[in-house]
């Protein structure tokens, strides 16, 4: 698939040349079901754009627009952890900065001079949605321009080609956009970690405050512990971006994912009415689509920290946006410690995680042939 310039609420059939991922279907406008026999129509909302999706075969069981680019948000920071997560220590002391402090938009209260480990700055991300906390673990991943290259490569390696990022918070930023197919896409890698799995279903964090004491903060999807088998994910929520929500649940052995961008309601009143519909007719719906891997990248190029650059997959044009690469190269099997470090430990990061994605792929492969609370923003 081509990359083209990311406009918000313009779908990719208009923008970019090329078969949608994950189906002809899913690059439909408006609301698209197949329903059969018993099955009704999936609950009326205002949301811009949504999906359904089976969490474990990776069917689309109903979406509406999906393939439609629109600002993320705070869902934004589940591709930050599963960018991050593989290849930062836990245990890993950070001392707060004044960056961190001043970056803009929602806050856990991460202080100058302080020490968090790196556990506790994922929590803080991620169950309070803290843009100071994110900010901390990219200082500490070699730096947000480093984070923002690994979770574009990481992006397009799984094939959420709709996915442009500018910064790691899901701060409203001019090109950072994605579709609710790619949240669903990316959640779905995400949740395949048992870490990220807890780090999204933690109800309350305890953090230090400078008189020694610590106060808590709490977790800001208000599904957890009032909807039944609820196992995450994010809220979000911008100026721009309205409201937004990825969530997933699990009864009698079914596990759905569901995706809600750009909605004036509470996305997780609207992402509950959704799971709520998977549940009751997910037997009876023909899947319109399917979450699928991206193609092989056979290359990832290393830029150098110093150029400023992203990572850029050969024979991908750079979006909008992206820096053109002019001359750094090589494989990732062929990535020395030298490159790595050039290249800042989100591209090893990412580089890893590339590898565990087509790990993944081959093993599915093989299986298949045997049988936000409401505020300033992110």
């Known amino acids: 698939m081509a990359a ?25 406008p408006g609301v698209v079901v197949d329903l059969g026999a018993g099955a009704v129509l999936p609950p009326v909302n205002e949301a811009a754009a949504y999906v359904v999706a089976d969490l474990q075969t990776g069917e689309v069981l109903a979406s509406k627009s999906a393939h439609e680019r629109h600002p993320p948000a705070s869902t934004l920071k589940v591709l930050t952890a599963l960018t991050l997560l593989p290849g930062l220590d836990k245990s890993q002391v950070v001392v707060g900065a004044d960056e961190d402090v001043l970056v803009e938009g929602s806050k856990v209260g991460i202080a100058a001079g302080l020490s968090y480990d790196v556990d506790l700055l994922f929590k803080a991300m991620l169950v309070d949605s803290g843009n100071d906390a994110a900010q901390a673990l990219a200082r500490t991943a070699g730096g947000v321009e480093q984070t923002v290259a690994g979770m574009n490569a990481v992006a397009r390696e799984l094939g959420a080609f709709d996915t442009q990022v500018i910064n790691p918070s ?33 109800l309350t964090v305890d953090l230090p405050a400078r008189d020694g ?15 039944d088998g609820l196992i995450g994910v994010k809220t979000g929520y911008t100026t721009l971006a309205r409201h937004t ?25 609207v992402a509950a009415a959704l799971l709520d519909w998977a549940f009751l007719n997910a037997d009876a ?9 991206g193609p092989p990248v056979p290359v990832i190029s290393a830029v150098p920290e110093e150029s400023g ?9 750079p979006a909008a946006g992206d820096a053109v690469d002019a001359g750094a190269g090589g494989g990732l099997g062929a990535l020395t410690t030298t490159a790595l470090v050039g290249v800042g430990l989100v591209g090893a990061v990412a580089a890893l995680r590339i590898r565990a994605v087509r790990r993944d792929r081959l093993r599915r492969e093989q ?9 300033r923003g992110a």
């Open 4 to 28: 083209a310039a990311l406009v918000p609420g313009v779908s990719p059939s208009a923008a970019v040349a090329g078969d949608p991922i994950g189906g002809e279907r899913l690059a439909e």
């Open 170 to 202: 899901g701060l409203d930023e001019p090109g950072q956009l994605t579709s609710a197919y790619d949240l669903a896409l990316i959640a779905r890698a995400a949740l395949e970690r048992q870490d990220f799995r807890t780090y999204v279903t933690t």
């Open 213 to 227: 004491t610590s106060y808590q903060i709490q977790n800001g999807n208000r599904l957890l512990g009032s909807y």
């Open 245 to 269: 929500y990825v969530g997933a649940a699990e009864r009698d052995g079914r596990r759905f994912v569901v995706t809600v961008l750009r909605t004036e309601d509470r996305a997780e009143v």
């Open 285 to 293: 719906v023909t899947p319109v689509g399917e979450l699928v891997l």
């Open 309 to 317: 650059g992203p990572l850029q997959t050969p024979g991908q044009p």
């Open 367 to 375: 299986f298949r042939g045997r049988s936000i609370r409401p505020g």
